[in-house]
């Protein structure tokens, strides 16, 4: 696995170690912004490369959730 020091990964990382989860997917929203943010975190490489795929489709799905109820 690629060691990624983002505060963001470290934080996903984190909820993983708390809830001994192998995978993570964070969306974040700043309604403020319009900013969108997704971050994900696999406990080895081939489960960090599954995350990522599943982070994308969640992101898209959400934001355009999020963009119909404006």
């Known amino acids: 696995m690629v060691w990624n020091p983002s505060p963001k990964v470290a934080a ?3 909820i993983a170690d ?3 989860l192998s995978h993570v997917i964070i969306v974040m ?3 403020k912004t319009g900013d969108t943010t ?3 975190y ?3 490489r081939g489960k960090c490369a599954a995350a990522e795929k599943l ?4 992101h898209v799905a959400i934001i355009d ?3 119909g109820e404006k």
């Open 42 to 44: 696999g406990e080895n």
């Open 18 to 20: 708390r809830w001994n």
């Open 29 to 31: 929203i700043d309604d």
């Open 38 to 40: 997704t971050v994900t």
């Open 65 to 67: 959730a999020w963009e």
């Open 12 to 14: 996903a990382r984190d």
């Open 55 to 58: 982070g994308e489709v969640a």
